[in-house]
């Protein structure tokens, strides 16, 4: 029955004392916010971390949550922000965008994917794993845009940023991704001749 609620009316009964709507809430959004932190992360048992983390924050500060923008934004504002301190904290470099020297390291570091597991071999697949050899921002960035399906407001909201700056990155974040996808096609492609 909670499932048909919104997630006003969870919220509303998670600070009026009902604990099952906080968990209610917390599996309609748990994927997402996982595949967010792996977006960060790179490694399951840190995402888990930070989603644990978003949701005991997120929790704890259910009473400051203003409703001016939707829940999804403030609480993938809340991962956006427990995942960069995670990473500080881990000593993850995370190093600008624009840094393509970072970019070339990272890019270098996560080449080594086993791509002879035939049955991975799909579109979704392709995708992910170029999206998992982007930068955090721009895998963040087109995460929240494609798969969270949130406005270019939104995202500007959740990341810290200005509307038109988050349209700039997710232009040059498309590109890297392109880059990635049509590299990665273009290795398979040459294996399976």
């Given at each position: 029955m909670q499932s048909k609620l919104s997630d006003t009316d969870l919220i509303d009964q998670t600070l009026a004392g009902d604990q099952s709507a906080y968990a209610d809430l917390v599996k309609r959004?748990?994927?997402?916010?996982?595949?967010?932190?792996?977006?960060?992360?790179?490694s399951r048992e840190d995402a888990e971390e930070i989603a644990q983390d978003c949701f005991i924050k997120a929790y704890r500060s259910l009473e400051s949550f203003q409703r001016q923008s939707k829940f999804t934004t403030w609480l993938y504002s809340i991962v956006y922000t427990t995942a960069m301190t995670t990473l500080?904290?881990?000593?993850?470099?995370?190093?600008?965008?624009?840094?393509?020297?970072?970019?070339?390291?990272?890019?270098?570091?996560?080449?080594?994917?086993?791509?002879?597991?035939?049955e991975n071999k799909s579109r979704s697949f392709y995708l992910?794993?170029?999206?998992?050899?982007?930068?955090?921002?721009?895998?963040?960035i087109i995460t929240l845009f494609y798969k969270g399906e949130q406005s270019l407001e939104e995202i500007a909201q959740t990341m810290g940023l200005e509307a038109n700056?988050?349209?700039?990155?997710?232009?040059?974040?498309r590109q890297r991704l392109k880059e990635k996808l049509e590299r990665n096609l273009k290795h398979e492609a040459k294996e399976l001749i």
């Open positions: 959004h748990q994927r997402f916010v996982f595949t967010l932190a792996m977006r960060f992360a790179k500080r904290k881990k000593r993850v470099a995370t190093d600008s965008i624009d840094d393509e020297d970072a970019f070339i390291q990272i890019e270098n570091k996560v080449s080594g994917y086993d791509e002879n597991n035939v992910s794993q170029a999206i998992d050899q982007l930068l955090p921002d721009d895998a963040t700056t988050v349209k700039v990155k997710l232009f040059r974040a």
